[in-house]
């Protein structure tokens, strides 16, 4: 099992930042609890600003299938928003992230760990349920689970050919990290103050 | 003596790079660095390299320092958490050992203890961020140290050969915002590319040092552009190892190869860090061809 919960309004807000946004929903899922009144709250509160071109509650995006028959019918929404704002798990934000590849796609959520079951999500994407969500310094692309090292900071100099010196089948997080960042114009991302994991976070759950 | 003092008073600083034995005997070691190593202004000491267990680092660094050598502590993230790091911070600091390299490390997969558990708590960018922490008088949780603060002078490396450049010269800037002083690059074959890769760094303004490996055979030089990170020996190189290759194995064709390189890259970087692996004894002609 696992826990969603909001992220701050100050961090959410500073990222939307009288930004165009689309918002997106995953609920459903037997596996993670999600905040689902708080942030119908505190969406509200953002869609009184009028900067919101639309909002989808759907299940499981991370099935990449699924996604994507849910967002074509709002492409034109998506296209407008300068942001899009994805409430739901880790995985559910990556997905959305590796398909709108030009769009910046942000984490309103972080994940936390409980026991139990973890579901049934895609191979390609991971979340590492850490607590506290990297995935808006990165891109969309987790630091923890792309990178061998789970690396906050930056690639190391371990990559050979872009991939990666543990698995030269595993193409290197950072680089990938890199690219997109390169793709969605926020390579200032890589100026964010120095990253330091809290590993206390399970237990102020 | 820190070695951020000699690249402020303009000195060209060169280094070289030690490996501790897996075992207790350095008398070896230290005879080496010794009758070799007398023209190199700095000795890095390696933290159980390519993640094999050996002697430490620190005591290693200890050792030579006791025999007059100006030791580099080299530091990495991949076998110790934030409390080890730090308590070996302020053991080096109490020691005498006041030159720090910061480097993640290798991953535990490339050495010779798979089993064991990668642990990268903090990577080299965190450490050098809690280096600094430590120099004011802070430890990484917030709680006051004792006394007068240890203090470093801190390294980094980098990779100017790398086939992606860009993405490490982000990784330096942001090496250089937590704190580096300098920096050891990664092995130089390609002088075009390290000195296209100094002249987007010279932003930056810390002093860095051309990394030399000597190269030892053809074989040598192909192992390392099919499994070596950031490193590409050009095919004429490797030709002129395979053209002669008594010469090449007496070290006098991989001498002349580090020497050229040297003479080409130093108007553009600020000192030299030679990695001997083993060839320590090659490092005294090849200052000398070099004119250093």
Same mark, same amino acid.
């Given at each position: 099992m696992l826990i969603t919960q909001l992220k701050s309004k100050e961090t959410i807000t500073s990222l939307v930042n009288g930004k165009k946004i689309f918002i997106i929903n995953c609920q459903g899922c037997?596996?993670?609890h999600f905040p689902e009144k708080e942030a119908a709250e505190f969406q509200k509160e953002l869609a009184a600003d009028g900067k919101v071109t639309g909002t989808i509650t759907t299940d499981y995006i991370c099935n990449p299938e699924n996604m994507k028959l849910r967002l074509e019918k709002h492409m034109s929404e998506i296209k407008a928003a300068d942001l899009v704002l994805v409430f739901s798990c880790g995985v559910g934000v990556q997905t959305i992230a590796e398909y709108l590849e030009d769009k910046t796609v942000c984490a309103a959520c972080d994940s936390c760990r409980l026991p139990g079951f973890q579901g049934v999500t895609p191979l390609e994407y991971d979340c590492g349920q850490c607590g506290e969500c990297y995935l808006n310094l990165t891109g969309g692309i987790c630091p923890i689970t792309a990178c061998s090292k789970s690396l906050l900071n930056g690639q190391c100099g371990g990559a050979k050919n872009g991939k990666c010196e543990v698995d030269p089948n595993m193409e290197c997080g950072w680089e990938r990290i890199y690219r997109r960042l390169e793709k969605i114009g926020r390579l200032d991302a890589l100026k964010s103050p120095v990253q330091i994991r809290n590993y206390a976070t399970d237990d102020e759950v | 003596m820190k070695?951020?003092?000699?690249?402020?008073?303009?000195?060209?600083?060169?280094? =070289?790079?030690?490996? $501790? $034995? @897996?075992?207790?005997?350095?008398e070896h070691l230290l005879e080496e660095a @010794?009758?070799?190593?007398?023209?190199?202004? =700095?000795v890095n000491v390696t933290d159980n390299q390519s993640s094999v267990m050996r002697l430490g680092s620190l005591a290693t660094c200890k050792a030579l320092k006791d025999e007059g050598l100006l $030791?580099?502590?080299q530091l990495t993230c991949r076998d110790r958490n934030r409390i080890a790091l730090q308590s070996d911070l302020l053991s080096a600091a109490m020691l005498g050992i006041d030159n720090v390299l910061a480097l993640t490390g290798d991953h535990i997969k490339l050495g010779d203890h798979k089993g064991a558990k990668p642990v990268f708590d903090l990577d080299s960018v965190s450490l050098l961020h809690t280096i600094? @922490?430590?120099e004011a008088g802070e430890d990484l949780g917030g709680n006051k140290l004792v006394g007068e603060p240890p203090k470093f002078a801190k390294g980094a490396v980098v990779s100017p050969c790398s086939d992606s450049v860009d993405s490490q010269l982000a990784k330096m800037e942001r090496k250089v915002r937590a704190g580096a002083e300098y920096f050891q690059t990664q092995a130089v074959y390609e002088p075009e590319k390290f000195i296209e890769f100094m002249e987007k760094a010279k932003q930056f303004g810390k002093p860095v040092q051309l990394g030399i490996v000597i190269l030892k055979s053809a074989g040598m030089a192909k192992f390392m552009n099919d499994n070596v990170a950031g490193i590409h020996v050009p095919q004429d190189m490797i030709d002129e190892l395979k053209a002669d290759k008594e010469k090449a194995k007496a070290g006098i064709t991989g001498v002349e190869i580090a020497a050229r390189i040297i003479k080409e890259c130093k108007p553009y970087c600020?000192?030299?860090?030679?990695? =001997?692996?083993g060839w320590e004894s090659k490092v005294p002609s090849l200052l000398e061809q070099a004119g250093i």
């Open positions: 037997k596996e993670v | 070695i951020t003092e000699l690249f402020e008073r303009g000195e060209f600083v060169v280094s =070289a790079e030690v490996g $501790p $034995p @897996k075992g207790i005997h350095i @010794k009758t070799y190593l007398k023209g190199v202004t =700095a $030791p580099i502590y600094c @922490k430590l600020q000192g030299l860090h030679i990695m =001997a692996l």
